[in-house]
């Protein structure tokens, strides 16, 4: 099984970037499809971006296309998601999380279909 550390997250002004940084241990990475979710106070967590395991295949929320980025290095075992542009309505706790690709096959936008899930990190974004 694979696990997932988060790193990156932080307090920015509106406008700025930051990098959030998924580190797995544990599991063959290049087998996993990773997606970043977040949860702001108060509201259901949602999904931001997943990166299909073989790579070939982003997607993306419409309130974050185009603004943010996700890839991954599979040599260092760690997915990435490039936020620009940031907002106010960014703020929330960031999750990375992943699912085989014996499990699921395609690029999943589904919570549920995730079944290995990091501790999150804070993003704040001031206006």
């Known amino acids: 099984q694979v696990r997932l550390v988060e790193s990156g997250g932080g307090l920015v002004q509106a406008g700025d970037s930051l990098r959030l940084s998924c580190a797995a241990s544990?599991?063959?990475?290049?087998?996993?499809?990773m997606g970043w979710f977040r949860q702001a106070p108060g509201k259901e967590r949602e999904f931001v971006a997943a990166i299909h395991w073989s790579g070939s295949r982003n997607d993306y929320a419409d309130s974050v296309k185009g603004r943010f980025t996700i890839s991954r290095d599979n040599a260092k075992n760690t997915v990435f998601l490039q936020m620009n542009s940031l907002k106010p309505e960014d703020t929330a706790v960031y999750y990375c999380a992943a699912v085989s690709r014996r499990t699921v096959w395609y690029t999943s936008r589904n919570l549920g279909d995730y079944n290995t899930w990091g501790q999150g990190t804070q993003v704040t974004v001031s206006s």
């Open positions: 544990g599991g063959t990475f290049s087998s996993y499809t």
